[in-house]
């Protein structure tokens, strides 16, 4: 390609100043060459038909030359509106060409997609909408825009130049679940649920004689009645007084292992191939998972709060409403592996007498060893497996070999959770499996006795 500048000589010494950058197509550049060669044959040898022939090809060039574009316009990818979920999603890629352009050819890639093309008319501004598929969710750098803004006849035309990617946050598939686990001690001065402190609810707790402090409302007249009844007065001699239990909310906190992030494909592990897109990794799986149990824990009335166990950043505090929600799921959409973080020597601490849920794959003895910790200090500890169901048919015979330790540790360490009085939950993302989780999640919200 040939650079057009006004400035030069030749056919830019016309005296239209165009915009450093655009170019002048080869083709072109060959049919005004062509056309002028038949035009100068035809003169000098005397023959106007021959010379007939490069007039339409030098009016052709002039016309795309003065009438192309002097600008090369304005192109722009937008993210979709309303919530990103996996499955389809959509952008926005608007044109905004400038004075003489007539087509735009666009190349339109993700990653983990093959590029798609096209060649788009345009005689104003025109939004084109984009759309790709995934199932994969958090942060997605995705429609990347190479596009070329090009004249009459492709005369002239921009350099190659690109749009995009824009960065897309794409949130968990919604999952309800029945019932909610609650640690072993509630606190909190008031809520949903029923503690063994005495105070104001309604779960009866005793009988007890009048004191100070006690309110009217709570005299049980029909106990009083029976057992101070004097008949030969027609007095009561001792009024009595309903004690209830006091009500109290729980405290969730959710712990995410953004370590690792493994796909169900065995033979991506090494890093030497990326995993489909059309498949949920493990970090996937923990987002979903996290993200039902925090809606779930708020629509009860409870606290949840979010930490990390991969970064040492700041967690999210426990707290409720819909507000606080929406800070949890954003914050787990986002989560994401960062470099190798280095060992902790104690576990991340949580607040006292909570529920901790912690999502891991358990490839290694950090998150057990946490989980081990938190149980020794009487925290209810629920371990959810994120790993996807795997496959291992394109692993090398010495990579099977290496799989088949990796897994057998995996499964020893798993038991001594479970011996540890942790409960083991397995979470899959699939929908086949969508009854097992809240079967099990309903197990897992069933009263049960409780050793220190």
């Known amino acids: 390609m040939s650079q057009r500048n006004g400035g030069a000589g030749g056919v830019g010494s016309v005296g239209r100043a165009a915009e450093p950058g655009l170019s002048t197509g080869i083709s072109a550049l060959t049919c005004a060459a062509a056309g002028g060669l038949a035009l100068v044959l035809g003169v000098v040898a005397g023959r106007p038909d021959v010379a007939a022939i490069g007039v339409p090809l030098l009016l052709t060039f002039a016309w795309g030359w003065f009438t192309g574009p002097v600008a090369a316009g304005h192109v722009r990818v937008e993210r979709g509106s309303g919530l990103n979920q996996p499955g389809s999603v959509g952008g926005r890629l608007v044109l905004e060409p400038p004075a003489g352009a007539e087509t735009v050819r666009i190349r339109v890639s993700s990653p983990g997609h093959r590029a798609t093309q096209a060649l788009l008319a345009v005689d104003g501004p025109r939004d084109v909408a984009l759309e790709v598929g995934t199932a994969r969710t958090g942060i997605n750098q995705l429609f990347r825009v190479d596009h070329v803004t090009a004249g009459f006849d492709t005369v002239t035309h921009t350099p190659v130049r690109q749009a995009g990617p824009v960065a897309v946050v794409i949130h968990p598939a919604r999952r309800e679940l029945a019932g909610l686990p609650l640690p072993p001690r509630l606190q909190g001065l008031t809520g949903p649920h029923t503690s063994r402190r005495g105070g104001d609810g309604d779960d009866v707790r005793d009988v007890h004689p009048f004191a100070p402090g006690d309110r009217l409302r709570r005299i049980d007249w029909r106990v009083s009645a ?227």
């Open 226 to 452: 029976r057992r101070s009844y004097d008949p030969r007065t027609g007095t009561l001699d001792t009024l009595y007084t309903r004690r209830t239990f006091a009500t109290a909310d729980a405290t969730v906190m959710l712990v995410v292992d953004s370590r690792d992030a493994v796909g169900p494909d065995v033979s991506t592990w090494g890093g030497g191939r990326v995993a489909a897109v059309d498949e949920a990794i493990s970090l996937d799986v923990a987002r979903e998972a996290a993200t039902a149990v925090a809606r779930a824990v708020v629509a009860a009335g409870d606290r949840v709060g979010l930490d990390d166990l991969g970064l040492r950043r700041r967690p999210v505090p426990p707290a409720g409403g819909r507000r606080h929600l929406d800070r949890i799921t954003n914050r787990l959409a986002r989560i994401a592996p960062e470099s190798f973080p280095s060992a902790r020597v104690r576990a991340p601490q949580v607040p006292s007498a909570a529920l901790v849920v912690l999502f891991s794959t358990f490839l290694d003895d950090e998150a057990a060893r946490v989980a081990q910790q938190w149980r020794a200090q009487a925290h209810r500890v629920i371990a959810v497996d994120t790993l996807p169901a795997l496959r291992t048919d394109m692993l090398e015979p010495n990579a099977l070999a290496a799989y088949r330790l990796v897994r057998l540790e995996r499964t020893v360490r798993l038991e001594r959770l479970r011996r540890s009085d942790v409960e083991v939950v397995r979470w899959s993302g699939g929908p086949p499996e969508g009854a097992q989780i809240a079967a099990g999640w309903r197990v897992l919200a069933r009263p049960r006795r409780w050793r220190r």
